[in-house]
Antibody, heavy 124, light 108 residues
C-alpha cells in the first residue's frame, strides 16, 4: 500500500528547532518530487517546500533560510528541519508526493499521496 | 507570484444539487490547475489534475474545466460525503506552487 506517515511535531518555544519526518511505504521517495504543505488552524493550504528527484530543493519565501528539506534514501524518508521557529509557523504539516501525469509543453503534476499530518505549535 | 482566487468562499447546497466553484489565476497558467477536497481533520485529496482530468477513483460527478486564468469545479448530484472544503492549486510556476484560499461547501 502506498502510504506516508509523518511524525516529529509538538510544542516548541519561539526560536526553537524541530525536525519533522515523513516515512514512505509502497514507493520510493527518491524517485519522486516530494513536498511539505502546511495549514494553520482554521486557514487554507500553504506550500512550504519541495525536493526534486534529482535533489534540487525549493522553499516558500516565508520559510527560506529557516527550513531545510531533505531525504534519507536508505530509510525512504523525507524530512523537514525547522529552525528559528515563529508563532506564525504553527500549523498542521503534511508531506505529499507529486505525481507526474506527463503532458506537453508543460508537465502536469498533482499531489496524489498525502500523509495524515503532524501538528507543530510554536508558543511560549 | 501567481495568486489564485476562489469564489465563493463558502456556499450552502442540498443533497442532489449541482454546484460550481470558480478559481481565477492572476496570470495565465495554461491548464496547470488541480483541485483538492479536504474533509475536517483529514489530509487533502486530489480530485482533478490538468484542469479537467479526473484522478483515479474519484466519482464522475466531479468535473473540471477551464484554461488560461479561469477555471471551474462542478459537482453534480451532491452526495452527503461531498460536503467539505475545496482548494484549487496552480503548478504553472513550479516549483513555486500556490493554492486558492478555499471554498467551504456546507449542507443547506
Amino acid at each position: 500500500e502506498v502510504q506516508l506517515v509523518e511524525s516529529g511535531g509538538g510544542l516548541i518555544q519561539p526560536g526553537g528547532s524541530l525536525r519533522l519526518s515523513c516515512a514512505a511505504s509502497g514507493f520510493t521517495v527518491s524517485n519522486n518530487y516530494m513536498s511539505w504543505v502546511r495549514q494553520a488552524p482554521g486557514k487554507g493550504l500553504e506550500w512550504v517546500s519541495v525536493i526534486y528527484s534529482g535533489g534540487s530543493t525549493y522553499y516558500a519565501d516565508s520559510v527560506k533560510g529557516r527550513f531545510t528539506i531533505s531525504r534519507d534514501n536508505s530509510k525512504n524518508t523525507l524530512y523537514l528541519q525547522m529552525n528559528s521557529l515563529r508563532a506564525e509557523d504553527t500549523a498542521m504539516y503534511y508531506c505529499a508526493r507529486w505525481h507526474d501525469y506527463g503532458g506537453s509543453p508543460w508537465r502536469n503534476y498533482g499531489m496524489d499521496v498525502w500523509g495524515q499530518g503532524t501538528t507543530v505549535t510554536v508558543s511560549s | 507570484d501567481i495568486q489564485m482566487t476562489q469564489s465563493p468562499s463558502s456556499l450552502s447546497a442540498s443533497v442532489g444539487d449541482r454546484v460550481t466553484i470558480t478559481c481565477r489565476a492572476s496570470q495565465s497558467i495554461s491548464s496547470s490547475l488541480n483541485w483538492y477536497q479536504q474533509k475536517p481533520g483529514k489530509a487533502p485529496k486530489l480530485l482533478i489534475y490538468a484542469a479537467s482530468s479526473l484522478q483515479s477513483g474519484v466519482p464522475s460527478r466531479f468535473s473540471g474545466s477551464g484554461s488560461g486564468t479561469d477555471f471551474t469545479l462542478t459537482i453534480n448530484n451532491l452526495q452527503p460525503e461531498d460536503f467539505a472544503a475545496y482548494y484549487c492549486q496552480q503548478h504553472y510556476s513550479t516549483p513555486q506552487i500556490t493554492f486558492g484560499q478555499g471554498t467551504r461547501l456546507e449542507i443547506k
